[in-house]
């Protein structure tokens, strides 16, 4: 039943559905060669980061990160809101863009400094 709740979770976090729409425009620029070869790859890059860290996932945040991991999931959230935010202000469905995606990750990592202190 554990894993049940644990793959339905993961699903939705995926979001097929939406993340389908990002890809329809790469799958018209690239041959289906080259389509697959980096879908590949992009699966195996999330294996193995997903891999690792639900093996070792609190140790990294604890001794690498030095983070509690309650504070990365309040991280998370406000991005999440600011994502949220942007989108219905702005009406766009490409949501990471240029300097704003790098702006917003700056000042959420910092947030997450202010809060471990």
Same mark, same amino acid.
């Given at each position: 039943m554990e894993l049940l709740k644990s793959a339905s979770v993961l699903f939705i976090l995926l979001?097929? %559905?939406?993340?389908?729409?990002? &890809?329809?425009? &790469?799958? +018209?620029?690239?041959s289906f060669k080259e389509f697959?070869?980096?879908m590949i790859r992009a699966h195996v890059i999330g294996a193995v980061v997903f891999i690792i860290f639900a093996l070792a996932g609190d140790a990294i945040f604890e001794s690498v990160f030095k983070v509690r991991f309650a504070s990365f999931l309040i991280f998370g959230g406000?991005?999440? &809101?600011l994502i949220g935010i942007r989108s219905i202000i702005s009406g766009k469905i490409a949501l990471f863009t240029g300097a704003y995606a790098i702006e917003m990750i700056? +000042?959420?990592?910092?947030?997450? %400094?202010t809060l471990k202190g």
């Open positions: 979001n097929p %559905f939406l993340m389908s729409i990002y &890809l329809i425009s &790469l799958s +018209r620029e690239l697959s070869m980096m406000i991005v999440f &809101l700056a +000042r959420g990592v910092e947030l997450l %400094f």
